[in-house]
């Protein structure tokens, strides 16, 4: 079993405390690594180390050119290893392997696309007075502290870091204690590339120990968290304790409204990867399904067509589509919820209960008959359990959509683009995908309305986060 460790000042370096986490294989329970478990002693050498390298303006000084080059290199040196760093996440977070891949090179293209915008980050000058000159400076926070979930470890890690690299801040990663181990081989990408000591640290710890000693920290500036809601609440009160910025993306309960005039298959197909796909772990799923009655019994059998096609298996295996999910802990709060929705009066349809083999795998579940007062319609659930709800006026299922303390993604499907739009324009939710789920890419804004938090990531204003504006006025008489 291998051994990892954290990544501090350019140095791999032990839990100060001997402490280890172990990493087990969502699909066959066994442990296959385990990582140094950071204490606060270690979360206090990586605080330090980020601090002395923004105080030396490693990254501020550094001519913005080379700051470029090095986040092109981070990138080129990300390429080399994505096939290794992503197997590694498949295995620990059970996720297809493919997607895996993917998921890691795509953190090159992030650090490809934030390095071009390194040199474009320009003031203003103010007309003020005659014999005033003011204008502006953008200059980042100092120390920014990233708090990663296990879901996408490396596609949050990418977004966030090449933002605080691009912008001139220097940061410490706390990876998730479920899913390690991948950040860990990214880390080398960042020892490869040159990156100056301190400016990059990468660490694995507790959320409660490490992750809350560190937000906490009075050497941290600046925040970044993606996450469930109850713990963002606790990120933004540690944000408050210091008055200082933090960037949240907490989770949601999103809906996609079907009219009668729907292509079904494309809503098969955006259930097939929005809510089975990572097993429905998947801050934007497609978890609810709001579904004119006149198409509701056809678009049911398509759907349990498409659960009963899936192939149960490990990420690792050729052609797996419905992969475990993270933890047991997960898999009994998943099949709690589709027992509680069943209990409630809702008609599983397909699935509702664990799949009976090795691994934390949940059967594709559909729910039937779910109306608006039951606790599957209402909280995030994260597992491949979608609610069908039904309606029969659009303003209706406006309502319907919208009746959550979420809102992260919602959709449309119609062939009417008028009804779309209308639609789109009525929904409270960050995203609106019309006929397909995720349309997005790295360069469209990213991010939650109500509860699902308020900031945005990805895209080019996702920069104007890590940075604070100073006000230059020079008199010059
Ligand atoms: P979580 O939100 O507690 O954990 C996310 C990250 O926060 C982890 O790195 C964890 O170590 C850290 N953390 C936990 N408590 C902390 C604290 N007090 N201070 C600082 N950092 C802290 O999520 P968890 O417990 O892994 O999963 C619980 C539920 O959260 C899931 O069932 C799911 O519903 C939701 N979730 C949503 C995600 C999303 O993308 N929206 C991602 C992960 C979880
Ligand atoms: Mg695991």
């Known amino acids: 079993m291998e051994k990892y460790n954290n990544y501090i000042n350019g140095k791999w370096i032990d839990s100060s405390s001997g402490k280890t986490i172990e990493v087990d294989n969502p699909a066959t329970e066994k442990v296959i690594g385990e990582i140094a478990c950071a204490t606060n002693a270690d979360v206090d050498m990586a605080i330090e180390a980020a601090k002395k390298s923004f105080q030396n303006r490693s990254l501020v000084d550094m001519p913005i050119m080379d700051r470029a080059r090095l986040m092109h290199r981070i990138a080129d040196e990300t390429r080399k290893i994505a096939k290794e760093g992503g197997t590694l996440l498949c295995y620990e977070n059970g996720k297809a392997l493919a997607g895996a891949v993917k998921e890691f090179s795509d953190v090159a293209d992030t650090f490809d696309y934030y390095a071009g915008l390194t040199d474009k980050l320009e003031g203003k000058t103010i007309p003020v007075a005659n014999g005033v000159l003011d204008y502006t400076v953008l200059e980042p926070y100092g120390v920014s502290a990233h708090i990663i979930p296990w879901n996408y470890p490396l596609a949050m890690i990418g977004r966030s870091l090449a933002c605080a690299m691009a912008t001139g801040n220097s940061t410490i990663i706390k990876t998730p204690e479920l899913t390690p181990l991948a950040a860990t081989v990214f880390a080398k990408a960042i020892e490869r590339a040159n990156t100056p000591p301190g400016v990059v640290n990468i660490i694995c710890g507790y959320g409660n120990e490490a992750g809350a000693y560190l937000v906490s920290h009075p050497d941290v500036n600046h925040i970044v968290f993606t996450g469930s809601v109850a713990t963002g609440k606790k990120i933004l009160h540690a944000a408050a304790d210091k008055a200082i910025p933090a960037i949240v993306e907490l989770g949601g309960k999103s809906a996609g409204i079907v009219y009668p005039d729907a292509n079904l298959d494309d809503v098969v197909e955006s ?35 498409l659960s009963k096609s899936l192939k149960v298996g490990p990420g690792y295996e050729e052609g797996s589509e419905l992969t475990p999910v993270i933890s047991q802990n997960q898999l009994d709060k998943v099949e709690g919820y589709a027992r509680s929705g069943i209990q409630a009066g809702a008609e599983a349809v397909h699935g509702g209960k664990r799949v009976d083999r090795e691994g934390y795998f949940m059967e594709a579940t559909v729910l039937d008959k779910v109306t608006q007062d039951m606790t599957v319609a209402r909280e995030e659930i994260f597992g491949p359990v979608l609610s069908v709800l039904e309606y029969e006026e659009p303003e209706e299922a406006i309502q319907i959509a919208n009746d959550t303390d979420y809102g992260l993604g919602a959709g449309v499907f119609t062939k009417d683009l008028d009804k779309a739009s209308w639609t789109a324009n009525k929904l409270e939710s960050g995203q609106v995908y019309v006929n397909k789920w995720f349309t997005g890419s790295l360069a469209t804004p990213f991010g939650g309305y109500k509860q699902s938090g308020y900031s945005r990531e990805k895209g080019q204003q996702a920069l104007n986060a890590y940075l604070q504006i100073k006000n230059v006025g020079i008199s010059l008489s």
């Open 271 to 305: 259930a097939r990867h929005a809510i089975f796909g990572v097993a429905g772990q998947i801050c934007t799923a497609m978890s609810r399904l709001v579904v004119h009655k006149s198409v509701k019994d056809e678009l049911l059998v398509k759907l349990v067509d």
